[in-house]
């Protein structure tokens, strides 16, 4: 699958921000698709996934109740709104593919995209 991430950029303490990842070349139903996010000086980490089959979503604790993931499938693109955007948020964000993604958490990885990158800054 080939993922290409967008909609990256600066934005100011307390903002808002939406991430785009548009997807191609699906040969499974078997792939859903999340968010992950690398800060300088660490390890990726994951966000939050959402389910191709029945947009079931999981999000871990450094997403939820600021951060939402959508799907449109016609156009095979997923979205992570984020809001109440504060420093530690700068990272890389990556659209990622996986499998399986239910409301009980996150499977494997597979597919990574390039990253877009989000910084936060006054």
């Known amino acids: 699958v080939q993922l290409q991430a967008s909609g990256g950029g600066l934005v100011q303490p307390g903002g808002s921000l939406r991430v785009s990842c548009a997807a191609s070349g699906f040969t499974s139903e078997h792939e859903d698709m999340a968010w992950f996010r690398q800060a300088p000086g660490e390890e990726r980490k994951a966000l939050a996934c959402i389910s191709r089959r029945d947009g079931s979503t999981d999000y871990t604790d450094s997403a939820k109740g600021r951060f939402t993931i959508s799907l449109d499938n016609a156009k095979n693109t997923v979205y992570l709104q984020m809001n109440s955007l504060n420093l530690e948020d700068t990272a890389v964000y990556y659209c990622?593919?996986?499998?399986?993604?239910?409301?009980?958490?996150?499977?494997?990885?597979?597919?990574w995209g390039q990253g877009t990158q989000v910084t936060v800054s006054s």
């Open positions: 990622v593919t996986l499998w399986p993604c239910s409301a009980n958490g996150m499977g494997s990885t597979d597919d």
